[in-house]
């Protein structure tokens, strides 16, 4: 999923520090996990991990990536017709998949408010989806959504499908990456036909632990795991609010059995509950504080950038204050911005290269 802040590209610099601080692999703590790339890692090596953002589509991200160990099975009665073709007991990923893709389109929600079909999508130009597409969105969360509310699904299962659909649903955007505009005239991708392709799940390895996922605050995810060996800090840097940029995977997402009062061109949600301190320039570095002293952790490790509302000094202030003074340290990386757009009269990038900062600290 494309997504601002996203660590696919730093995961082999992120690892190698890691590696440095603790060779053998323990028990990580995730809780800003976003598309769960990092965490999907550190799994990988052999790690424990304890993820867990606060938006819906990221906890069905972590749930399929990080939480289950191998593509799961499903109850054959889910399909009609299943029976009818031998398919026993249980059905594969792929045939539900097929069954979810092949379903006629339904106008729903997502038709409604965020395409030209729907009246409230006409009356503001939303052009996020075709109408196809739309359509084919509603008819397969809908499908998922009353699979869940029968109890034939349970919440693994349920959650490793919404993310099968937010992943397709992003392929298909008519949006330049970020949800807080769309593109006023269709783009090639968003002319091809929604289609749901597998996701897998990461194995467990080297016989560790079950990994588990949470939604929810990072302070209470902190607080609520115990000791780990391993917290990995990856916050929001700068002032944008995430639930503003991806309200659209959120409402796929979380659904509309209580449909969400819309506000604005682009059909934002409510997201009071969702806004984030680490994204005010006052109250930052007192989130910072607070999460480090509700942590147990061995090592923590924070990823920041170098255009953050955190100063590298400060953050390299507090870190000395939590820990081993003497065994802090930061590594850094450059790369290239994730870009939107491109420069023009709303907006122009002060660089296209940007520095990634790891700050590090053992705990006493």
């Avoid at 997504?3 to 590209?9: D, F, H, L, M, V």
């Avoid at 323990?26 to 976003?34: E, I, L």
């Avoid at 990092?38 to 424990?48: E, I, M, N």
């Avoid at 299962?157 to 992003?170: M, N």
Wanted: charged share 25%; aromatic share 10%.
């Amino acid at each position: 999923m494309r997504y601002i802040g996203n660590k696919t590209r730093l995961v082999p610099f992120i690892l190698d520090v890691v590696g440095d601080v603790q060779p053998d692999a323990g028990v990580a703590c995730d809780p800003f996990a976003g598309t769960a790339s990092v965490s999907r890692a550190l799994k990988d090596r052999g790690w424990t991990v304890r993820s867990g953002d606060l938006l819906a589509f990221s906890y069905a991200l972590q749930v399929a990536h990080v939480e289950l160990d191998r593509t799961p099975r499903f109850p054959a009665p889910l399909v009609e017709d299943a029976e009818e073709r031998g398919a026993g007991r249980w059905l594969s990923y792929t045939r539900l998949l097929a069954y979810l893709n092949g379903l006629p389109p339904r106008h729903g929600f997502i038709s409604e408010n965020y395409s030209p079909a729907g009246r409230a999508g006409a009356r503001h130009g939303r052009m996020y989806f075709t109408p196809g597409n739309a359509g084919a969105i509603d008819a397969a969360r809908e499908q998922i959504a009353a699979w869940s509310e029968g109890e034939r699904l349970d919440p693994a299962r349920s959650q490793f499908l919404i993310a099968t659909l937010v992943e397709a649903a992003d392929r298909v955007a008519n949006t330049t990456g970020v949800y807080a505009s769309f593109v006023k005239s269709w783009q090639p991708n968003a002319r091809r036909q929604l289609e749901l392709r597998p996701l897998k799940p990461t194995s467990r390895r080297n016989g560790g632990r079950p990994s588990t996922a949470y939604l929810g605050e990072a302070e209470e995810l902190v607080a609520s795991v115990g000791t780990v060996d391993l917290l990995y800090l990856d916050p929001p840097y700068n002032e944008r609010q995430y639930p503003a940029y991806y309200h659209v995977p959120e409402v796929i997402a979380a659904g509309w059995s209580t449909p969400p009062k819309l506000r604005g061109k682009t059909g934002l949600i409510p997201d009071d509950a969702l806004r984030s301190d680490w994204c005010r320039r006052a109250r930052c570095e007192a989130s910072l504080r607070a999460l480090i002293d509700r942590a147990d952790a061995k090592h923590i490790l924070l990823s920041y950038n170098d255009e953050g509302l955190l100063a590298a000094e400060v953050i390299a202030a507090v870190f000395r204050e939590a820990g081993d003074e003497d065994s802090y340290r930061r590594a850094d990386v450059k790369y290239r911005r994730y870009r939107s757009d491109g420069d023009g009269p709303s907006r122009t990038y002060l660089r296209d290269r940007v520095q990634e900062q790891l700050h590090y600290i053992r705990r006493t």
